[in-house]
T-cell receptor
Framework: KNEVEQSPQNLTAQEGEFITINCSYS?????LHWLQQHPGGGIVSLFM???GKKKHGRLIATINIQEKHSSLHITASHPRDSAVYIC??????????FGKGTRLHILP | EAGVTQSPTHLIKTRGQQATLRCSPI?????VYWYQQALGLGLQFLLW???????NRGNFPPRFSGRQFPNYSSELNVNALELEDSALYLC??????????????FGEGSRLTVL
């Protein structure tokens, strides 16, 4: 079993839909990261969370430390949101474990 | 302000050769992280350098090595290349320990192809 599990693996939705991507982890962490990887390979860090909830524009990330679970939500999704979203956890030694990613495709 | 820059963008080598990849972190960032993303696999942690020293490494053989220079730029060396080393190698930097600063900034990656 992977230490960081994401679901779904693939997601296709219509423009405007509310998107949720889930991440569960089984190790102790100091922080959880949500990353966005575009087709060319470049990665952008979206959020770093150690508790609660963060919002940036149409993106919302939440984490439940007790349940070892995080969600990334996208409101009013748009084709430009199409990318791979990666959940990653870091421990106190700065080692990062990545999920396998969720490939999101938003149809116009 | 320039982001994390990596070179070369693409590199083609043959089995048994050596590859050197380079990374310049964001100005002021002291920590550099290297990751491998092989086709069909997720990102895997390779190496972490901070203040010129190797702080941690992932589960990779010793053929994967690197260093960090006084200006905090970093080099990843892969010796005795094998076909399965073909991957996108990503570098990221942060301004300090992740547990303190939290945010990683990624380069665009170097795609290594081993023939």
């Amino acid at each position: 079993k992977n230490e960081v599990e994401q679901s779904p693996q693939n997601l296709t939705a219509q423009e405007g839909e509310f998107i949720t991507i889930n991440c569960s982890y089984s190790v102790g962490i100091s922080a959880l990261h949500w990353l966005q990887q575009h087709p060319g390979g470049g990665i952008v860090s979206l959020f770093m969370l150690s508790s609660g909830k963060k919002k940036h524009g149409r993106l919302i990330a939440t984490i439940n430390i007790q349940e070892k679970h995080s969600s990334l939500h996208i409101t009013a999704s748009h084709p430009r949101d199409s990318a791979v979203y990666i959940c990653a956890v870091s421990n106190r030694d700065d080692k990062i474990i990545f999920g396998k990613g969720t490939r999101l495709h938003i149809l116009p | 302000e320039a982001g994390v820059t990596q070179s070369p963008t693409h590199l083609i080598k043959t089995r048994g050769q050596q590859a050197t990849l380079r990374c310049s972190p964001i100005s002021g960032h002291t920590s550099v992280y290297w990751y491998q993303q092989a086709l069909g696999l997720g990102l895997q942690f390779l190496l972490w350098y901070d203040e010129g020293e190797e702080r941690n490494r992932g589960n990779f053989p010793p053929r994967f090595s690197g260093r960090q220079f006084p200006n905090y730029s970093s080099e990843l060396n892969v010796n005795a290349l094998e076909l399965e080393d073909s991957a996108l190698y990503l570098c990221a930097s942060s301004s300090g320990r992740l547990r303190n600063t939290g945010e990683l900034f990624f380069g665009e990656g170097s795609r290594l192809t081993v023939l």
